[in-house]
Nanobody, 125 residues
Framework: QVQLVESGGGLVQTGGSLRLSCAAS????????MAWFRQAPGKEREFVAA????????TYADSVKGRFTISRDNAENTVYLQMNSLKPEDTAAYYC??????????????????WGQGTQVTVSS
């Protein structure tokens, strides 16, 4: 079983930055592909970014490309999401997800086996 705990959410003004962290409680963290999703009230959960377990290849949603960066530190069992140039439409609960031996091309929530509890990001205009 893998437990994921997100942190780093909060309230920020338009144009600001936040860095989300997701700590995983598993010794084989390096074998998991990781992703970030987000869900705004009344909307479906949507893909944000993913990073593979192999060479750390990354994939981004078009809406965040060039503004967000996903990275991982296997020594710390942690995946990060650096969010810059934030916009009000980025407001959502952000969730990290894990899939053993997955791929960064997995953009559907159903592809992931483990989820964190979420952290709220609110961008004021």
């Amino acid at each position: 079983q893998v437990q994921l705990v997100e942190s780093g959410g909060g309230l920020v003004q338009t144009g600001g930055s936040l860095r989300l962290s997701c700590a995983a409680s598993v010794r084989t963290f390096s074998t998991y592909s990781m992703a970030w999703f987000r869900q705004a009230p009344g909307k479906e959960r949507e893909f944000v970014a993913a990073i593979t377990w192999t060479i750390g290849a990354t994939t981004y949603a078009d809406s965040v490309k060039g503004r967000f960066t996903i990275s991982r530190d296997n020594a710390e069992n942690t995946v990060y999401l650096q969010m810059n140039s934030l916009k009000p439409e980025d407001t959502a609960a952000y969730y990290c997800a894990a899939k053993r031996y997955g791929s960064s091309s997995y953009k559907s929530p159903t592809a992931y086996d483990y989820w964190g509890q979420g952290t709220q990001v609110t961008v004021s205009s």
